[in-house]
């Protein structure tokens, strides 16, 4: 009986010592220094860089490292075995695809905001408006690639819809992501482009001519996902659960960006 009590002793204390030392790994995991992977829209530089500084606040041991640019480039990067963490679209269509190759972490596949398509020209350039393109006198249309920039769809949209994309097809230059644009009528090397709002807001070369009806369009809405292949999910979670906090909607509305689930 002696011998019986001193086993279940024995296996009761190494459970136990078992117990604590997973719980201690699981604490030991926080604090090692990880940094993750994010590939996001162009049009996100900005506002991300406020948002690294808050979340690091948050979590000092986690480094985010960006990669940039326009989305249908980084959904392809990805396809292609990029390492990459997290994806954030300026559309729905490239996380969807990834979701649909297999290629995302099962249900993080989530709407984040919204922005809205606006024309800028340059400062004390012509005033135009997106029904008048059709019938302006300007030589230069800055739009982003119709199949790869998810402002080059949206842009695409508005010109079907209105009947006139043939009237200014000759005057288009394509632009590989939505930030090329804006650095085009910047510098005046396009009469005017089209946008997302929150890019027209951080420069003061341009000036907002017009904005599109979004029953033009469909819905500009970012998305993202965690990628499948990451190794560190837990990590990515927590920026991802950080991104739908108070503090990072504040974030996201200083930039004049609108949480995804308060737009109709």
């Known amino acids: ?93 490239q996380v969807n695809a990834l979701e649909e190759a297999g290629l995302l972490e099962a249900g993080t596949n989530e709407n984040l905001l919204r922005n809205r398509l606006v024309l800028i020209t340059p400062q004390n350039g012509e005033i135009l408006t997106f029904k008048g393109l059709g019938e302006g006198t300007f030589s230069k249309l800055a739009v982003g690639e119709f199949e790869s920039v998810p402002v080059g769809q949206y842009t695409k949209e508005v010109l079907d819809t209105l009947e006139i994309y043939d009237e ?10 939505v930030r090329e644009v804006l650095s085009w009528v910047e510098s005046g090397n396009a009469d005017a482009g089209v946008v997302y709002e929150t ?3 951080i420069s003061d070369k341009v000036v907002i001519s017009d904005v599109a009806d979004e029953s ?30 108070e503090e990072a909607r504040e974030i996201f509305a200083s930039y004049g960006f609108t949480p995804a689930e308060k737009a109709e």
């Open 1 to 93: 009986m002696r011998k019986v009590k001193k086993l279940i002793g024995m296996v009761l204390g190494l459970s136990l010592m078992m117990l604590v030392g997973c719980s201690g790994q699981g604490t030991a995991k926080a604090d090692i220094p990880t940094e993750l992977t994010l590939s996001v829209a162009a049009s996100l530089t900005d506002c991300m860089a406020t948002l690294e500084e808050a979340f690091k606040e948050q979590y000092p041991n986690i480094t985010l490292k960006m990669n940039f640019g326009a989305s249908g480039a980084l959904q392809q990067q990805i396809e292609q075995g990029a390492p990459v963490d997290l994806f954030i679209s300026a559309g729905t269509k």
């Open 216 to 245: 033009w369009h469909k819905p500009v809405m970012y998305a993202m996902g965690i990628i499948k292949d990451t190794t560190h999910l837990e990590e990515t979670k927590l920026f991802t659960e950080f991104l739908g906090t």
């Open 199 to 201: 890019d027209a807001m």
């Open 168 to 177: 200014v097809e000759e005057k288009l230059v394509f632009a590989k992501d």
